[in-house]
């Protein structure tokens, strides 16, 4: 079993820029592939960035190219969300993902973080 927590969300104002963090513990995360996910109201679940576990293999959603950065640090067992110029539709809440496994996108999400809400306002 593998546990993440995510942390970093909040308010921001448009062009601003947060931080997401997810830890994990439990089963040694280094073999496991990192992702972001987020949901909106009304919206489906999409996954705007995801790494493989050597962090060798990245992939953004167009959405989110060029703002938005995603790394990890095995040492630390944590993966992290940089957002950068965020946008008023960039309001979700952001869940942390892992999977074992071959880096494929959609990931299949074996294990999900609680959540952490970002709001930007314009």
């Known amino acids: 079993q593998v546990q993440l927590v995510e942390s970093g969300g909040g308010s921001v104002q448009a062009g601003g820029s947060l931080r997401l963090s997810c830890k994990a513990s439990g089963r040694t995360f280094i073999r496991y592939n990192g992702g972001w996910f987020r949901q909106a109201p009304g919206k489906e679940r999409e996954c705007v960035a995801a790494?493989?576990?050597?962090?060798?293999?990245?992939y953004y959603a167009d959405s989110v190219k060029g703002r938005f950065t995603i790394s990890r640090d095995n040492a630390k067992n944590t993966v992290y969300l940089q957002m950068n110029s965020l946008k008023s539709e960039d309001t979700a809440v952001y869940y942390c993902?892992?999977?074992?496994?071959?880096?494929?996108?959609?990931?299949?999400?074996?294990?999900w973080g609680q959540g952490t809400q970002v709001t930007v306002s314009s």
């Open positions: 993902a892992a999977d074992g496994g071959p880096f494929s996108v959609p990931m299949s999400g074996d294990y």
């Open positions: 790494i493989s576990w050597t962090g060798g293999r990245i």
